[in-house]
């Protein structure tokens, strides 16, 4: 596997070669470029230089395995940011080349000034150089997290954003990781687009930039713009990516690869804790809430729950209704249909696997059920997550000609 902090694959340095610019631009405003030569000394002196709209046509950011070259994803790391968001990101994209038989990402971390940055946990990340010498780019990520990335007092506006519009307005995909989101909305990026962020964040940057549809979302796919929550969403995000380009197939292998049972929906929901759901009041509560969603493929009578969380049936019927206005044997059907429809819609199970997975004990009653909740059948919600998987290929496959014809000088 390559190592995500620098280039070192050398069979594309001739391809690579000939988009680089006339041998007399040297770099940004003749500044010495030894950070990127540091960085990719396997070149043997390859020339790097910043990214500019009059030195740097516009490549197609259209991801493809019939690409020879590799595209190359650049993650832009701010102080405090997510090892593990990072880590799922980067992972995912270098176990997408061995799956498809061949680089097709290359994987590349830079930060404002070519030092090494600090993670939430600490950790100092060594990065292959600063923004204003990247080469080119097809992708690039802004990876940061709590605290909230301030204009001002990170000198964001001054070197980042436009370094950011820059790139946009070459057609590079933009993408923000735990709050990335806020840093690209700040910059102007996101006009117009649905973006996500950690949901804790986001009455504030819908308040900030009203013009940004921001949703509390685990990830957000819209047209040139990614934005996933922190820690494992970011992985969620990559392959749902990936599978927009390559198909369902690749997604599957590659869950299987990462160990993962299912690739989660864009539109589920950030899972905050039970208490902070429900209310840390209500301690009894959000612990019958918990037997349920740890209890889905074998459910607990009510009885149970109410005596393994020390009240009454009655008791517990009460908080239900109270704070959640259904009864206890309601809402656990709600959490057990809700499973079941991200498993036909992520998972290639049979129907049969997934009702016995979600504590139905028969076809016709988990088809009954699911009919109710959602107005169509369990074989009906495959077919139509199918169709789906294959517009999105046929959309990606027509677009390609007209992507290699921008390409050829």
């Known amino acids: 596997m390559a190592p995500h902090g620098g280039l070192h694959d050398r069979g594309h340095v001739q391809a690579r070669a000939r988009r680089q610019p006339p ?38 950011p259209l991801l493809t395995p019939l690409l020879t070259a590799p595209q190359r994803h650049a993650f ?113 990026l996101l006009a117009g687009h649905r973006a996500t962020l950690n949901y804790t ?84 509560l959000a612990e019958a809430v918990a037997l349920m969603e740890a209890n889905l493929g074998e459910p607990l009578p009510t009885d149970d729950i109410a005596r393994l969380v020390g009240v009454s049936r009655r008791q517990l019927e009460r908080l239900f209704k109270q704070h959640l206005d259904e009864l206890p044997s309601r809402y656990y059907a709600e959490l057990r249909l809700s499973r079941a429809q991200r498993l036909l819609q992520q998972t290639s199970q049979s129907i049969l696997q997934v009702a016995l997975a979600c504590g139905f004990t028969s076809g016709s009653h988990f088809s009954n059920a699911y009919r109710a909740r959602f107005g169509r059948t369990p074989r009906d919600e495959r077919s139509q997550r199918a169709l789906q998987w294959r517009s999105e290929r046929n959309t990606a496959s027509a677009a390609l000609p007209a992507q290699e014809t921008a390409r050829e000088p």
């Open 76 to 188: 832009v790391l701010l102080p405090g940011f997510s090892l593990l968001a990072l880590a799922g990101a980067t992972e995912t994209l270098a176990q997408a080349n061995g799956s498809l038989g061949h680089k097709a990402y290359d994987t590349l971390l830079l930060s404002l000034d070519a030092l090494p940055v600090a993670a939430a946990c600490g950790t100092r990340v060594a990065v292959a150089g600063a923004v204003p010498l990247a080469p080119l780019l097809q992708a690039v990520f802004v990876v940061s997290d709590l605290p909230l990335p301030d204009t001002q007092r990170d000198g964001h506006a001054t070197l980042l954003h436009p370094w950011l519009r820059e790139r946009a307005a070459a057609g590079v995909w933009m993408g923000g990781v735990g709050t990335g989101a806020a840093v690209l909305a700040q910059a102007g």
């Open 23 to 60: 041998a007399g631009f040297g770099g940004l405003h003749g500044r010495a470029q030894l950070p990127w030569r540091r960085a990719d000394a396997g070149y043997r002196g390859e020339r790097l230089v910043p990214l500019t709209s009059a030195l740097s046509p516009p490549l197609s």
């Open 201 to 284: 964040l986001v009455p504030q940057l819908a308040q900030n930039h009203p013009d940004v549809v921001f949703s509390s979302n685990l990830y957000e796919i819209d047209r040139q713009r990614l934005s996933c929550a922190s820690g494992h969403a970011s992985q969620d995000l990559m392959l749902a990516w990936l599978g927009r380009q390559h198909g369902p197939q690749l997604v599957q292998t590659l869950l299987v690869q990462c160990g993962l049972e299912r690739l989660r929906a864009m539109d589920e929901r950030q899972r905050a804790p039970v208490a902070a759901r429900i209310g840390a009041s209500n301690a009894k």
